[in-house]
């Protein structure tokens, strides 16, 4: 008689994408590239905190620049780098234009939170 050994469901086929692209903010990021190298991904970290809000860096890269811990994927013609220590972080996210009519730029809409307790000691 033999004995099957129990299914093993990866932790990760129900995680949430890094980070999604609207299509309207796809539509901005290669507006914005379209002068440039196609050579060039959407560098997007977190580099700290405000608050109960994480601060974002997102600038144009050279995808040949990122390196072995970075996570990089495709949304529809853009290419997205993500440091290592800012996925986790950033799981979950949209990046999105700003719901103010006229008001320029981009969003993330990011579901985490960074804790505002971190990095200080109670007694």
């Not at 990760?12 to 379209?34: M, Q, W």
């Not at 979950?92 to 990011?110: M, Y």
């Amino acid at each position: 008689m033999s004995v099957d050994s129990p299914q093993v469901v990866s932790p990760f086929a129900t995680e949430l994408p890094i980070l999604e692209l609207t299509d309207a903010a796809r539509e901005t990021v290669v507006g914005i590239r379209s002068g440039e190298d196609d050579l060039l991904g959407l560098r997007v970290e977190i580099t700290g905190s405000a608050g109960s809000e994480y601060t974002y860096d997102l600038s144009f890269d050279e995808i040949s620049n990122a390196v072995d811990t970075d996570e990089i994927f495709e949304s529809e013609g853009v290419t997205v780098i993500v440091p290592a220590d800012t996925v986790d972080r950033l799981r979950g996210s949209v990046l999105d234009l700003p719901r103010t009519e006229g008001q320029g730029g981009l969003v993330i809409r990011n579901p985490n939170r960074p804790n505002p307790l971190a990095g200080i000691e109670l007694n």
